[in-house]
């Protein structure tokens, strides 16, 4: 079973510009997380969507940050513009509520973002 | 609001020796799940071991083991027979048991370092 999918792996652009990550979760999984991981710290949730409706967004910074899941599969969450202090590793997550891994959320490797 | 808080920022081990990660939380919720995460250098997050709150059963995989002391509301991993493939950065998290996925809350993670 291939697990969850993200591209690109590392980006650096300048700041004021804008930048896109895909992500691609595991096949059956409705419940994709987009979480942010600033340097030396854990992961912060971003938005968590159940199939394609956005469950949770209160800690994504609306004015710049907007994503989409619009079939309900794979995602993609966009910065524009970009700021400096919006470099971090951008991580998804998909789950599902299906037995054995019930709540157990699975994290793809991540998009490095340096903001210069 | 829950906090996970990992005072230790990192540790050392020799390899085939235990070493314990400690780990402390706080929430008002009577329901929910703890679980501690591995992060390689390679950015993957990868479930090591969960529990679920109302288990009075530390929970258990191979080498690794949990301490749940529930009502101090402390969550340690103790990995036994250390080997070099478990240097990484390992994350306390919390879940909210409200029976359908939700976020994950995470602590701000510790380097562990197994010594050859």
């Known amino acids: 079973e291939a697990g969850v999918v993200q591209s690109p792996r590392y980006k650096i652009i300048e700041k004021k510009q804008p930048v896109a990550f895909w992500c691609n979760p595991i096949?059956?999984?409705?419940?994709l997380y987009w979480y942010r991981q600033n340097l030396g710290q854990g992961p912060e949730l971003l938005i968590r969507y159940e199939n394609e409706e956005a469950v949770d967004d209160s800690q994504l910074p609306k004015d710049r940050f907007s994503a989409e899941r619009l079939k309900g599969v794979d995602s993609t969450l966009k910065i524009q513009p970009a700021e400096l202090g919006d470099s971090a590793v951008y991580l998804c997550?998909?789950?599902?509520?299906?037995?054995?891994?019930?709540?157990?959320?699975?994290f793809g490797p991540g998009t490095r973002l340096t903001v210069l | 609001a829950q906090t996970v808080t990992q005072s230790q920022p990192e540790m050392s081990v020799q390899e085939a020796e235990t070493v314990t990660l400690s780990c402390t939380y706080d929430?008002?919720?009577?329901?929910?799940?703890l679980f501690w995460y591995k992060q390689p250098p390679s950015r993957q997050m990868i479930l090591v071991i969960r529990q679920e709150a109302y288990k009075q059963q530390n929970a258990t995989e191979n080498r690794f083991s949990v301490n749940f002391q529930k009502a101090a509301k402390s969550f340690s991993l103790k990995i036994s027979d250390s080997q070099l493939g478990d240097t990484a950065m390992y994350f306390c998290?919390?879940?909210?048991?409200?029976?359908?996925?939700?976020?994950?809350?995470f602590g701000k993670g510790i380097t562990l370092s197994v010594r050859p």
């Open positions: 096949s059956g999984h409705n419940t």
């Open positions: 998290a919390f879940m909210r048991g409200t029976g359908a996925n939700s976020k994950l809350t």
């Open positions: 929430t008002s919720e009577s329901n929910y799940y």
């Open positions: 997550a998909s789950s599902s509520q299906r037995e054995p891994s019930y709540n157990e959320q699975f």
